[in-house]
C-alpha cells in the first residue's frame, strides 16, 4: 500500500486564533431638527459610529476642518477624541449610530480609512455598508442567544468589509511598542483571578511604569489601572449573567479578594451594584 498518498490526503494545521475584545453597548437613531448639534459630553469612552441615512449636515474631530457630509457617508466619533457635529439648516440629516467598546475596536478602526479625520463618504453599495445596516437592523431584534450570535458575526463582517474596502493609507506594521502593549494586556488578561496589580505587570515585562502608561495611553486612551478595572468588570458581567455563583465568589474570580472593594468598583463603573446588574437582566 501506497501510505504516501493516503498522508497526502490529510491536512492538518495549529492555530492561535484568539477572540478579539469587541463589544457593542449601544446603537439609535435620529431625524435631527435643522442646526440641530450635539451638545452633551463631547469626551467619550466608546467608538461611536455614524451612518448617515438622509440630508446632510457638517462633521469636524479636534484639529481638523468642518467637512459637509451627506447621505451615504460615515463618521466616527473616536475615543477620547472631541468631534463637532451639526445638521444642516436646510436638509437635516437623519443617521443611525452604533457605540463600540473593546481592546481591539481602536486597532481595527486604526487600521481603516477612518484613521485619520474620521469620515467617510460615499460608501452606500459597498459590502461594509451592508453589513452596517444588516448590524443595526439586527441589533433590533429580541436578544435570544441566535440573534446575539447573528449581531456578532455581522459586528465582524462589517469591520473586516471595512478593512477590505476602506484600509488606511498609512502602513500598519506592529512595531516593538505595539507588541510590548500586548504583552501587557494579555498578561493582564491572564492573570485577572490571581488578583495582578499594575506593579506585577511592570515587573513580569521589565517595563516601567511612566513607559507601560504611555502604551495604555497611545493604543486604548486609558491607562494601565483604568484597564485592569475595565477587565475585571467587564468578567464580572459574564459571570454575573452567565452562572449563579455569589458575589464573593464572583469578586475572587476576578481578582478582588474583598466583595465590598469589588462591588464599589462595579457601580463606580456600571452606575450599578451587581445584584441590581443581575436582577435587572434576569437572572
Partial sequence: ???????????????????????????????????????????????V????????????SAGQHTVKL?????????????????????????????????????????????AERYFL?????TDFERALNALFTTLHQPQTLKNRLA???LMFQTFSNLLSEFPSKRATTKTTAWLKFNAARDYIDQNLAQGCNITDV?????????????LFQRYLALSPQ?????????????LLLTRDHSLARIAEAVGYKDQFVFSRAFKQSTGSSPQKFRQQRGR
Fill in 202 to 214: 511592570c515587573n513580569a515585562l521589565h517595563l516601567s511604569r511612566s513607559y507601560l502608561y504611555s
Fill in 121 to 125: 463618504r460615499q460608501v452606500q453599495g
Fill in 49 to 60: 459610529l455614524h451612518y448617515v441615512l438622509s440630508g446632510s449636515g457638517q462633521f469636524a
Fill in 226 to 238: 483604568q484597564y485592569l478595572v475595565q477587565t475585571r468588570v467587564n468578567a464580572a458581567k459574564n
Fill in 70 to 114: 451627506g447621505a451615504g457617508a460615515v463618521f466616527l466619533l473616536p475615543q477620547q477624541v472631541p468631534c463637532f457635529y451639526q445638521a444642516a439648516p436646510a436638509d437635516p440629516w437623519h443617521y443611525f449610530w452604533i457605540g463600540f467598546s473593546g481592546v481591539n475596536v481602536a486597532e481595527i478602526f486604526s487600521q481603516s480609512g477612518l
Fill in 1 to 47: 500500500m501506497d501510505w504516501s498518498l493516503n498522508v497526502m490526503n490529510i491536512d492538518y494545521r495549529q492555530i492561535d486564533l484568539e477572540h478579539f475584545t469587541c463589544n457593542i453597548d449601544f446603537y439609535g437613531q435620529e431625524q435631527t431638527s435643522p442646526n440641530y448639534a450635539f451638545s452633551g459630553n463631547n469626551i467619550r469612552q466608546n467608538f
Fill in 151 to 153: 449581531a456578532e458575526s
